[in-house]
């Protein structure tokens, strides 16, 4: 592959799209007591309020941040990010 290939290659990984998803909290419930659920019902976490929040990519958490108003909305700020080591999974060859 020419130098010239491989730069644009890369260049245009850098605009792939993908799903960033903030994650309050994560429980188990049993398929009995999801099917139970109603607007109102309220599910409790052993997660503190003030915790941090969890930044994934692609079912990897990458970051760690907290909730902020902006405006009429809400936000994260990011406090911190993961160390590349617990970030990524390296490939393995299939030869």
């Not at 139970?36 to 994934?56: A, H, N, W």
């Not at 990519?57 to 990458?62: H, L, N, R, S, T």
């Amino acid at each position: 592959m020419n130098r010239s290939l491989s730069k644009d290659f890369c260049q245009s990984l850098l605009c792939v799209e993908v799903p960033v998803v903030v994650t309050l909290a994560r429980t188990s419930m049993a398929v009995e007591n999801v099917l139970r659920l109603v607007p109102g019902v309220m599910i409790q976490f052993d997660k503190s309020c003030d915790s941090p929040l969890t930044v994934e990519v692609g079912d990897q958490a990458i970051a760690e941040g907290e909730v902020v108003k902006v405006g009429d909305k809400f936000g994260l700020r990011i406090s911190s990010i993961l160390p590349h080591e617990e970030r990524f999974v390296p490939v393995q060859s299939q030869r």
